[in-house]
């Protein structure tokens, strides 16, 4: 895998924590979620993994440095 295929899943694996953390903030401030909510996160956490995956098989894996809130 090339640097730049590699730069485009790392792109695109920050996209999806992007609609992870979007999806989450909606959902907590909701009484109550929608199941369509809940399936939509676990849509986009299983689109992460398959990233994570990618990533790892190009010998690249995903390194977390930590927490850092959206602003």
């Known amino acids: 895998m090339t640097s730049e295929e590699i730069e485009d899943l790392n792109r695109a694996r920050a ?6 953390n979007a999806i989450a903030r909606r959902l ?13 996160l676990t849509r986009t956490l299983l689109a992460i993994e398959a990233v994570d995956r990618a990533l790892v098989d ?4 995903h390194v ?3 927490y850092a809130p959206d602003p």
């Open 58 to 61: 190009a010998g690249q894996p």
């Open 15 to 20: 996209a999806l924590a992007r609609q992870r």
């Open 28 to 40: 907590s401030g909701l009484d109550v979620a929608p199941i369509s909510m809940a399936e939509d």
């Open 64 to 66: 977390d440095i930590g």
